[in-house]
């Protein structure tokens, strides 16, 4: 007994004193050994919104909802996030903005249609939207320009969607999209 106890603790010794290679270092010995400076690329083109791009969507959007008779409260974001511009007609409630800005953050975040967003939530395909603190109900874009998502706008009505998807594109003139895909 003794001496399968030396042979297996003499054995698990050598075991343990031997190199191992992890995935990551093996990937590293068989890459390049190294990159050229012309291969690497350290930085990349952004769209962002403009200040006066975000005020155009806004004058869009409020014209499209005259129209249509309809009252709406709006918030664009750019690509990070961030608030550019906000607006809500006369006569549009209190919450109006918080819930357009609520809408547009889900369509940045998701990249898609807060349409989308939400019957996918519905169906129970996915609930992560839902435990994301999102407010996936329709009535936001996200806007992508070449294919770059570059801003979200939401419009708190029924019609968001389609009084974003009017402004989007009488402002980008057809070059933007409201779909990542």
């Given at each position: 007994?003794?001496?399968?106890?030396?042979?297996?603790?003499?054995?698990?010794?050598?075991?343990?004193?031997?190199?191992?290679?992890?995935?990551?270092?093996?990937?590293?010995?068989?890459?390049?050994?190294?990159?050229?400076?012309?291969?690497?690329?350290?930085?990349?083109?952004?769209?962002?919104?403009?200040?006066?791009?975000?005020?155009?969507?806004?004058?869009?959007?409020?014209?499209?909802?005259?129209?249509?008779?309809?009252?709406?409260?709006?918030?664009?974001?750019?690509?990070?996030?961030?608030?550019?511009?906000?607006?809500?007609?006369?006569?549009?409630?209190?919450?109006?903005?918080?819930?357009?800005?609520?809408?547009?953050?889900?369509?940045?975040?998701?990249?898609?249609p807060t349409?989308?967003?939400?019957?996918?939530?519905?169906?129970?395909?996915?609930?992560?939207?839902?435990?994301?603190?999102?407010?996936?109900?329709?009535?936001?874009?996200?806007?992508?320009v070449n294919?770059?998502?570059?801003?979200?706008?939401?419009?708190?009505?029924?019609?968001?969607?389609?009084?974003?998807?009017?402004?989007?594109?009488?402002?980008?003139?057809?070059?933007?999209?409201?779909?990542?895909?």
């Amino acid at each position: 007994m003794k001496k399968i106890l030396i042979i297996s603790g003499v054995v698990t010794g050598l075991m343990l004193s031997l190199p191992v290679q992890l995935p990551a270092q093996q990937q590293a010995h068989s890459a390049p050994a190294k990159q050229t400076t012309s291969d690497l690329k350290a930085t990349r083109d952004i769209k962002i919104i403009s200040s006066a791009g975000a005020r155009a969507l806004a004058d869009a959007c409020t014209a499209w909802a005259e129209q249509n008779k309809k009252i709406v409260a709006m918030a664009i974001l750019d690509w990070g996030g961030n608030l550019i511009e906000s607006h809500a007609m006369e006569g549009a409630s209190m919450n109006a903005i918080d819930t357009a800005l609520l809408k547009a953050k889900s369509a940045l975040r998701w990249r898609r249609p807060t349409s989308e967003t939400n019957k996918i939530v519905r169906s129970g395909e996915n609930l992560a939207p839902t435990f994301m603190h999102d407010f996936p109900q329709p009535g936001a874009l996200p806007i992508v320009v070449n294919g770059q998502v570059i801003g979200a706008m939401g419009v708190s009505s029924a019609d968001g969607e389609k009084c974003a998807q009017a402004a989007i594109d009488a402002v980008f003139s057809g070059q933007a999209t409201s779909s990542a895909q």
